[in-house]
């Protein structure tokens, strides 16, 4: 995120009243470096190349400025992320599942290239995963399973949001379903191919954005896919999605 984007931000929350009545966002990946690089590796510490040598082989990682490349095949898994449950010591944490929390992604597959994930539990371990497949991905509540075709070449927006035990899914802006949560290891979090010693993960996975908004609160689903029925949002939402439209346009710009 470039230091005038971050100003512009900033000028959002004074426009509307000198803070923001959500919770800032805690973090952003734009691709630009590795997740190892910079002040991101003191953020994500479960990380691919440079984490358990057993577990990364016949993997790699690449930025080009812009999007990060995960390759891997059958057995080697890549990911980075954050995991409490295995003495990490990252410099967030996810909020309480009363506070709620949201995660945006935009991925992609390369062709071919099927079985990589995105998934994580908050500190009261209540979750959420997205399971990305060589046609389409599955979102996954309590109560099981969900499959949706899509064209995975190409980049989508993933959004995930748990408050209260609840999960919210969105895909491309728009909601998904929801139900119960998942329960599982509390504060983690991971993206790309978590194999490890299992068979699963061949290709290559994408990842252009990631946004992390903690302590989220109610305003999660305006945030997620824009006001659901006509009105003005309140002006803790207007302002986070001010926000996201800024990050958004200097992303274009960048690519551009």
Do not use: C
């Not at 953020?43 to 040598?53: D, R, W």
Request: proline share 4%; glycine share 16%; aromatic share 14%.
């Amino acid at each position: 995120m470039s230091l005038r984007t971050l100003r512009l931000i900033l000028l959002a929350g004074l426009l509307f009243g000198g803070r923001l009545t959500a919770s800032p966002i805690t973090f952003q990946y734009n691709g630009d470096l590795l997740p190892n690089q910079g002040s991101y590796g003191s953020l994500f510490t479960t990380i691919g190349p440079g984490g358990p040598a057993s577990y990364w082989p016949t993997t790699n990682w690449s930025s080009d400025g812009d999007v990060l490349t995960m390759s891997t095949a059958h057995g080697a898994g890549i990911w980075f992320g954050a995991g409490w449950v295995y003495g990490d010591n990252p410099g967030f944490s996810l909020a309480n599942t009363a506070d709620g929390n949201l995660v945006r992604t935009r991925v992609a597959l390369g062709a071919n290239s099927t079985e990589w994930s995105q998934y994580w539990y908050d500190s009261s371990g209540y979750g959420s995963a997205f399971y990305f497949l060589n046609n389409g991905f599955k979102y996954y509540t309590a109560a099981g399973e969900t499959f949706v075709s899509t064209d995975m070449t190409q980049f989508h927006t993933f959004t995930t949001y748990v408050l209260a035990g609840q999960v919210s899914y969105f895909f491309d802006n728009t909601y998904l379903g929801g139900g119960g949560a998942l329960t599982g290891a509390s504060n983690f979090f991971l993206i790309g191919d978590g194999s490890g010693s299992t068979i699963s993960g061949t290709g290559s996975m994408y990842l252009d954005d990631l946004t992390i908004i903690t302590a989220v609160g109610a305003d999660a689903p305006t945030i997620a896919a824009g006001p659901q029925t006509p009105g003005v949002p309140d002006t803790g939402a207007t302002a986070l999605l001010l926000a996201g439209g800024l990050l958004s346009l200097a992303g274009l710009r960048r690519r551009a």
